[in-house]
């Protein structure tokens, strides 16, 4: 398997990951008929995103954590939610890439999850 490289890889990654996840018992539903994404706004986001994470991109522009916010007071945001989304991402991975670059992207979706449980642990809460 070859290692992520360009925004084409990017893209394979997300709508994988997406297409597992929107088929997840438990995410799914928060997907799907929770937060009712604009799958054609959203996944724009998330190439650019994982595009600065990863390669360095520069068309990233946003808050997640305000995003997360707003569905947190919708749905209680678990730990158990988190460790899904960070296996499923990680799996997703591992489904398509190998090297540094897709290593990297697993530990960044590691940290991202770690870093997050905290804040959204419980109700609803100011961040």
Excluded: C
């Excluded at 438990?26 to 799907?32: A, E, K, M, R, T």
């Excluded at 706004?41 to 190439?47: G, I």
């Excluded at 590691?110 to 100011?126: L, N, R, Y």
């Amino acid at each position: 398997m070859k290692d992520i490289h360009d925004i084409e890889d990017i893209k394979t990654l997300i709508n994988a990951f997406y297409d597992a996840a929107t088929k997840d018992d438990l995410l799914g539903p928060v997907f799907n008929d929770i937060a009712q994404v604009d799958w054609d706004h959203h996944l724009p986001v998330m190439y650019a995103f994982w595009e600065f994470l990863l390669l360095g991109g520069k068309q990233y522009t946003g808050n997640p954590i305000e995003k997360h916010n707003a569905l947190h007071r919708l749905v209680p945001l678990t730990n158990e939610m988190f460790d899904r989304w960070l296996a499923l991402f990680q799996a997703t991975v591992d489904q398509h890439f190998s090297g540094a670059v897709a290593d990297n992207a697993k530990f960044r979706a590691f940290a991202i999850s770690e870093t997050w449980k905290p804040k959204f642990d419980g109700p609803f809460k100011t961040i």
